[in-house]
C-alpha cells in the first residue's frame, strides 16, 4: 500500500525552507499533497492562485508530489483527502509548543492521521515567509532564501503595491 502525507501551510512566500521539508517528507511518503491553506481572517501578501501556481511552477519537475488549496480544518481535509499524516516543519523550540498542540488536536479529531515532524536544515532554521517578506519590502536580497520564480514574484508584488500606495 502506498503512503502519502498532507504538507499544509501558508507558503507567502514559499521558501527553500519549505522546498527542504517536501524534500524530505518525499524520502519517507509514497505521495506529498502540499496544501495552500486558505484563512479569511488571515491577509496574505501573494492570493490563494498565485501561491498554488508558485509552488506548482518550483516543483514543476518533482515527481511525487501535488499542490492543492483548502480552507477550513487541516485535519478535514487530512481526512477526506485519506492521507495517512499530516507533514509540518520544526525550526526552533518556539514552534515546538504551537504544533504539538495542534498534534494533539488534530488527533483527538482523527486518530488514524499522524502528525510528522521534519527538523529543518540547519541552514533554514532561522528562514521564515515574514522575515524573508520584511527583508524584501526593506530593499534587502533575498535570493539565498526563495527558488528564482518566488524571488521575482516578490519583487513584482512588492513594485505593485507601493505602485498603488503611491
Ligand atoms: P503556517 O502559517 O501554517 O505555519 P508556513 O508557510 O509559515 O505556514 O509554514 C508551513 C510549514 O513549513 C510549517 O510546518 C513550518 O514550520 C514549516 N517551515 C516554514 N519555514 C521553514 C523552514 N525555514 N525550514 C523548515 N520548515 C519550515
New binding site residues.
Given amino acids: 500500500m502506498k503512503t502519502s502525507a498532507l ?6 512566500c ?5 522546498l ?2 517536501i524534500k524530505r517528507a518525499l524520502k519517507v511518503f509514497d505521495n506529498l499533497i502540499v496544501g495552500v ?1 486558505v ?1 479569511p481572517h ?1 491577509t496574505t501578501l501573494f492570493s490563494r492562485e498565485e501561491r498554488v501556481s508558485l509552488i506548482r511552477e518550483v516543483l514543476k519537475d518533482t515527481p511525487r508530489v501535488e499542490v492543492i488549496s483548502f480552507s477550513g480544518l ?1 485535519i478535514q481535509k487530512a481526512t477526506a483527502l485519506k492521507v495517512n499524516a499530516i ?5 526552533m523550540a518556539s ?1 515546538f509548543e ?2 504539538f498542540q495542534m498534534a494533539l488536536m488534530n488527533r483527538s479529531m482523527n486518530k488514524h492521521i499522524e502528525s510528522i ?5 540547519e541552514k ?7 522575515l524573508v517578506r520584511e527583508i524584501s519590502m526593506m530593499g534587502g536580497s533575498v535570493s539565498a ?1 526563495l527558488p528564482p520564480v518566488v524571488e521575482k514574484a516578490l519583487i513584482r508584488k512588492i513594485k505593485q503595491q507601493r505602485g498603488e500606495d503611491l
Avoid at 507533514?87 to 525550526?91: D, E, F, K, Q, S
Avoid at 515532524?117 to 536544515?121: E, Q
Avoid at 533554514?124 to 515574514?130: A, E, G, K, R, V
Fill in positions: 504538507y499544509p501551510g501558508s507558503f507567502d514559499f521558501t527553500y525552507g519549505h527542504d521539508i491553506a484563512n488571515k487541516t507533514v509540518r516543519g520544526l525550526r514552534d504551537f504544533e515532524y521534519f527538523p529543518a536544515d533554514y532554521l532561522y528562514l521564515s515567509s515574514h532564501y
